[in-house]
Every structure is written in C-alpha cells, then in structure tokens.
C-alpha cells in the first residue's frame, strides 16, 4: 500500500499514520462521501499467518456489531484481498494519551463518561475489549471520546459473563488485570472495568496508579486538579480501587455502575 493507491470504493490512500507489530493504518480519502477516512490492513510481513487473519476477521465482526457514538465506526471491509483491510471513520486529532495530561477536572469526567459508555455498549453486544487503555481512545475534534482498537477483542457467550476457553495472554501490562495474564479461561466484562479503574485514576493523577497509596492519590488529584474537594477525591478513588482488586467477583459488577459511583463521588463537596 503506497501514497495513489485506490481501494475498492475508489478509497484513494494518502499517507501511512500509524504501525504497531501487527498491522498498520493509513489516511485515505472518499470519492463516494465518506470524506476522510482511516484504513487498517495486516503488514506484508503476515500476510501468511493464519492466526493473525483469524483474529482480523474477528475484529472485523466485532466492530460491525457496534454502532455507538462513542466507538470508531466501521465503514467498509475487505477480508478477501491479499492482505485483508478494513475502512473506518477517520479521527482528526489525538489519542487520549497525546492529550489527557491538559484535562481540568470537567474534561476527565466528561471524556471517562463517554468511555464508560462505549464499554458498556460493547458489553451489552457481549464483547470483551480486553486492551483499554488511552492509546486506544481516540478524541475527536469536539472533545468527544471514542473507543477503537478491537484486536483484541472477543465475542462472549450469551449465557455466560466469560470467556470459557483458554489462550494466550493479552493486552498492556499496567492496564491488565491479574487473571488477564498467561491463560484468558475465565476472563470476565470486568477485566474491562480493571482497565477503566486504571484509565480513571491516571486521569485524575496524571500518573499510573501503580504503586501508590490511596493517601498519596488523594493529594495528588487536589495538587493536580484544585477545584476537586479532598472528599470528592476520596470517594472516587475508594471506587476505583474496589475495581482495582485481585478477585474479579470484588470488582463493580457493570460498567454503568461503575460510571454511575464515579459521577455520584464527583458531586462531592
């Protein structure tokens, strides 16, 4: 894929913005109205790795399945070419994690709302995000938050709250929870809100939590956000933390009212 390169659709490419490990993402424009656009495709390098493929395809389902303001919408796919890609909505601006860092305290909690909400949408669809992290939050020109990157992603049974097989381990160390590491059996919607719980208090600190006392994450957030109270502070790490434990079954339950304890701590004076 090179600069000129047209697309089925006549998505005409421009410029490459991004690579990971795995695949790469490139800016296209539309000859059919979609305007900018955002193209994700598999590296060369892979091209014969029937296991990566599988789970293209799989994140190719999935994002099909979610359409919700608040996650990166699928436009178009083609999983029959040679090196399988798909289309999206293109995001003219940051990751959360290029701009979080400039958040007052208005902003965390709008910005984590819609996160919040995005999540709770995938999950109502029974899927598992497994990698939420800011890298994978991407905000729009208007502030609004949305969630991407479903690579890791899983359907999870109706009639189940986990994952029943097993497998290889998966996402970003600091946003993983315990049971996400090694073996996924078992791996339930609130390994999700663990990241969401990491994701919250790196907002409010601008630092990960990792290592650090309630006490200290208190005067942090007053230091780094004045216009929270002490108290406000106080409730909203207790929440965040009862997400931060070992034993899934500790953890809040739901996404929403995960969000909802946050909203309720915030009001706080």
């Known amino acids: 894929m090179e600069p000129g390169d047209t697309l089925k659709l006549e998505f005409r490419i421009v410029k490459s ?62 999983l029959e070419s040679v090196l399988p890609y798909y289309v999206m909505e293109y995001i003219d601006r940051e990751s959360m994690a290029n701009v ?31 990698d939420l992290k800011p890298a994978n939050i991407l905000i729009t020109n208007d502030g609004q938050a949305r969630v991407s990157d479903f690579g890791l992603g899983v359907f999870v049974p109706r009639d189940t709250t986990a994952i029943t097989g097993t497998g290889d381990g998966a996402g970003t160390p600091p946003y993983m929870p315990k049971e996400q590491f090694g073996d996924l059996k078992n791996v339930s919607f609130t390994a999700d809100i663990y990241s969401l719980s990491v994701i919250l208090l790196q ?37 965040a933390v009862r997400s ?26």
């Open 203 to 239: 907002l409010l600190t601008k630092e990960l939590p990792v290592g650090k006392t309630q006490e200290y994450m208190t005067t942090r957030i007053t230091e780094v956000l004045p216009e929270v109270s002490e108290q406000a502070a106080r409730r909203m790490i207790s929440e």
């Open 17 to 78: 913005i991004g690579k990971g490990g795995m695949g790469e993402v490139w800016q296209a424009n539309s000859c059919g109205g979609f305007g900018h656009v955002a193209v994700k495709r598999i590296l060369p390098i892979h091209k014969d790795d029937k296991e990566l493929i599988k789970r293209f395809k799989r994140e190719v389902r999935i994002l099909k399945q979610l359409h919700h303001e608040n996650i990166v919408q699928i436009l178009f796919a083609d």
């Open 244 to 269: 931060l434990n070992d034993d899934p079954n500790k953890r809040h339950p739901s996404v929403e009212e995960f969000l909802n304890s946050i909203l309720a701590a915030s009001k706080v004076v």
């Open 100 to 130: 979080m860092n400039g958040y007052g305290f208005n902003d965390v909690i709008r910005v984590f709302a819609d996160v919040c909400r995005g999540v709770a949408f995938a999950h109502k669809r029974g899927v598992l995000h497994r």
